[in-house]
């Protein structure tokens, strides 16, 4: 397995399973760091590339979760299967996120994707929502980097109730919040800090510690959007401290939403020199893209409508649930310049079609073609490609051998009569 930092680890399955057998200590949580710890130091299950004990302490924390992902996947470990709603169309379903985790960029070596592996700065300030430490506001933090060793007091406390101690913020790398160095001081601004300024620390922390390969995408059966989960499910860093996150009330309601909508369709219609294209928006489920993401917008050329026999105008659709979805997601989400580049992005569709070619069709098909390969890698997307040339041309067999029996036979008598 190649691992975030360049390292590689060979593991045995007959000893991590033989080792997974064994009596689990007591204080352990099942699918666990520690219980990870212990498979992974149990004898000839980790080594080196070169044959040598892996020093499984020694690793980043980055490298260790990529390894433990490893193990939840391969049903070392137990996984408990998250219970969840689709965040597109709230369609209920059930889980194991790590048995949909994509390994094959970890056993064939492609961990060069400039986004998905890059390395964290430990060395920078990174922002954050303002939390009170002391009589100061705090805007920033700084995380260090950190081994299974040091971070072993936060795995002894995943088991337990989710809280904040100066040795547990020692052991998630936070060196400073603000000018605040003290683990102490540091321990109760987090403790005190409102649960979106909390969670902004968290996903930092995931950041650092966890490689963004370890996502799971789930897609939804009922309206194929992309769900994308944690893996492994269970991290021993707490989202949530204090009460849930409070959901923020200034997006416009449907009335004022399509007020917004109806006067950038008009400014932009004029400037660029089109009408007689509906515009409508649609408070639905939101239609989701090839690669599974909620809409914004979508256009559809115009025709003949096929049961009336009428002709039908192009239309525009914007998906007010969206754009609320992405508001909520996002502070800095400006819902009206989203609004103007949507209806923008889909007039050009419109334009492309009465040319008779859409290019931005074709580019957004690429870039979603371009991040699924990014996600699974260069080499599986090769693999699969050629299962399913193979499974084509099988089923073309299969339902074309009797025309291959009749031309042989006719071939036979027409030579050899």
């Known amino acids: 397995m190649h691992l975030p930092s360049g390292r590689v680890a060979r593991l045995s399955d007959e000893a ?32 080196t590339d070169a044959g040598a004990p892996l020093d499984v302490r020694g690793l980043s924390l980055r490298d260790f979760h990529v390894l433990r992902a490893l193990l939840v996947h391969a049903g070392v470990q137990a996984e408990e299967q998250a219970e969840l709603a689709c965040e597109n169309c709230g369609e209920a379903f059930r889980v194991g996120p790590s048995s949909l985790l994509e390994i094959a960029p970890f056993i064939d070596g492609e961990l060069d994707d400039p986004e998905l592996d890059a390395p964290f700065d430990h060395e920078a300030s990174h922002a954050i929502p303002a939390i009170r430490v002391g009589t100061e506001l705090a805007r920033s933090i700084r995380i260090a980097a950190r081994t299974v060793e040091e971070a072993l007091p936060l795995f002894r406390a995943e088991s337990s109730q989710a809280r904040i101690t100066p040795a547990i913020v020692v052991a998630m790398g936070i060196t400073a919040i603000g000018r605040e160095r003290r683990a102490s001081a540091i321990t109760k601004a987090l403790t005190d800090a409102p649960p979106e300024a909390y969670q902004a620390v968290a996903d930092l922390l995931y950041e650092a510690h966890y490689s963004a390969r370890l996502v799971a995408v789930h897609r939804c059966a ?7 989960l944690d893996v492994p499910w269970q991290r021993e860093i707490p989202y949530e401290i204090g009460e849930p996150r409070k959901a923020r009330r200034d997006f416009p309601d449907l009335d004022a939403f399509e007020a917004m909508v109806a006067s950038a369709a008009d400014r932009i219609y004029r400037a660029r020199g089109v009408r007689n294209i509906d515009l409508v928006v649609d408070d639905d489920v939101p239609a989701c893209d090839d690669g599974g993401e909620p809409l914004l917008g979508c256009y559809t050329p115009g025709g003949t409508d096929a049961t009336l026999g009428i002709p039908r105008a192009p239309e525009i659709r914007l998906f007010y649930r969206t754009f609320q979805a992405e508001h909520r997601h996002d502070r800095s989400f400006d819902v009206a310049a989203e609004i103007d580049e949507t209806i923008d992005h889909e007039i050009t569709h419109h334009l492309h079609h009465l040319a008779g070619d859409d290019p931005l069709d074709d580019e957004e098909h690429a870039v979603i073609e371009k991040e699924t390969i990014r996600r699974i890698g260069k080499r599986e997307a090769a693999r699969r490609a050629g299962k399913g040339l193979a499974s084509d041309f099988a089923g073309f067999v299969r339902t074309t051998w009797p025309l291959f029996v009749i031309a042989f036979v006719a071939t036979y008598f027409t030579f050899c009569r």
């Open 222 to 228: 009922a309206c194929g959007a992309r769900n994308d």
């Open 16 to 47: 991590v399973r033989r080792a997974g057998t064994r009596a689990r200590a007591p204080e352990t949580r099942p699918g666990g760091c520690m219980e990870a710890l212990a498979l992974l130091e149990a004898e000839d299950v980790a080594r």
